[in-house]
T-cell receptor, first 109, second 112 residues
Framework: GQSLEQPSEVTAVEGAIVQINCTYQ??????LSWYQQHDGGAPTFLSY????GLEETGRFSSFLSRSDSYGYLLLQELQMKDSASYFC??????????FGKGTTLSVSS | NAGVTQTPKFRVLKTGQSMTLLCAQD?????MYWYRQDPGMGLRLIHY???????AKGEVPDGYNVSRLKKQNFLLGLESAAPSQTSVYFC???????????FGQGTRLTVV
């Protein structure tokens, strides 16, 4: 089986930095992805980590530690438009893409 | 470029009725997925396909069937709808299992 754990809610203010953690248990782990979803719309891809370390894409960064079965998404210089749900997802055995339950981020001014 | 298109966008079914949700992608992707999303439950994988003519069960396959007769299309069928299948259904596709997945806009299904 597989499981992913991430916080259900996170709140922050504009301009701040927030980290959303994800721990996973799965067989045949290939990599960890992050997706963003606004108001029940289509989820959109943010990042993918197959190897240990930090991947940076603009204001967003993602980290993976395979030995700890742990990753996080780091959002810097938060903006109101970053208010959304964020999902971590594991690529299992190179085939199935399994998602966590999501973290709702609320950014206030 | 349309990306991933789901049909229909909304549907209301009566308990026991059947229906098919269609997912079409124009990106020549090998992998396609069907998910359902319920409040507080995230995206749960129903079935997926790693290529034309293949299908596999995901996390919550019971009550659903799928077919991938053409590479660009992935159909999700409900043979006898139940109220527990009221949900938002998302289809996604990707080039490989470890590459970016592109999602459709979702189908909101209500079973009464």
């Amino acid at each position: 089986g597989q499981s992913l754990e991430q916080p259900s809610e996170v709140t922050a203010v504009e301009g701040a930095i927030v980290q959303i953690n994800c721990t996973y248990q799965t067989s045949g782990f290939y990599g960890l992805s992050w997706y963003q979803q606004h108001d029940g719309g289509a989820p959109t891809f943010l990042s993918y980590n197959a190897l240990d370390g930090l991947e940076e894409t603009g204001r967003f960064s993602s980290f993976l530690s395979r030995s700890d079965s742990y990753g996080y998404l780091l959002l810097q210089e938060l903006q109101m438009k970053d208010s959304a749900s964020y999902f971590c997802a594991v690529n299992q055995a190179g085939t199935a893409l399994i998602f966590g339950k999501g973290t709702t981020l609320s950014v206030s001014s | 470029n349309a990306g991933v298109t789901q049909t229909p966008k909304f549907r209301v079914l009566k308990t026991g009725q059947s229906m098919t949700l269609l997912c079409a992608q124009d990106m020549n992707h090998e992998y396609m997925y069907w998910y359902r999303q319920d409040p507080g439950m995230g995206l749960r994988l129903i079935h997926y396909s790693v290529g034309e003519g293949t299908t596999a069960k995901g996390e919550v396959p019971d009550g659903y069937n799928v077919s991938r007769l053409k590479k660009q299309n992935f159909l999700l069928g409900l043979e006898s709808a139940a109220p527990s299948q009221t949900s938002v259904y998302f289809c996604a596709s990707s080039y490989r299992g470890d590459t970016e997945a592109f999602f459709g806009q979702g189908t909101r299904l209500t079973v009464v």
